[in-house]
């Protein structure tokens, strides 16, 4: 039973990350994640959501909506054939534009020795971000 809570909250967080992205600009998207990280255990939950939504994006109406109906779980489904689709195994793997950018597991950067293109830091990842 405890394993199906923790799994409805976690796909909770991944459809509010979803549908954040889907709604507004990247820029927001990271702000939004960014804010969701500083309390994550409470990511997935809804007071989270709406704190983190309101202070990072303009459009929190139509993000709302999104994420509590139809459209976020639309969005999750095809996010997890996309990322069957890649063979993306990891729930942590960054991929920008379909390519495969980082991958962290257990602590650390999957393949060390070949880092990641364009860094592992949030300025790393906000720099190739605004480059798209």
């Known amino acids: 039973m405890e394993w199906s809570v923790c799994t409805m909250i976690l796909c909770a967080g991944n459809v509010q990350q979803l549908c954040v992205q889907e709604k507004t600009d990247p820029e927001s998207t990271l702000q939004f994640i960014l804010c969701q990280q500083r309390d994550i255990r409470r990511i997935g939950s809804y007071t989270l959501f709406a704190e983190c939504l309101q202070s990072t994006s303009p459009k929190w109406l139509s993000v709302m909506r999104c994420a509590l109906g139809e459209e976020g779980k639309h969005l999750l489904q ?43 830091t949030v300025p790393d990842f906000t720099h190739t971000i605004k480059e798209l």
């Open 78 to 120: 095809t996010s997890v054939a996309e990322s069957r689709h890649n063979n993306m195994k990891v729930s942590l793997t960054f991929a920008l534009n379909g390519q495969k950018r980082c991958v962290f597991d257990s602590g650390h950067w999957v393949k060390p020795e070949d880092g990641c293109p364009g860094g592992n």
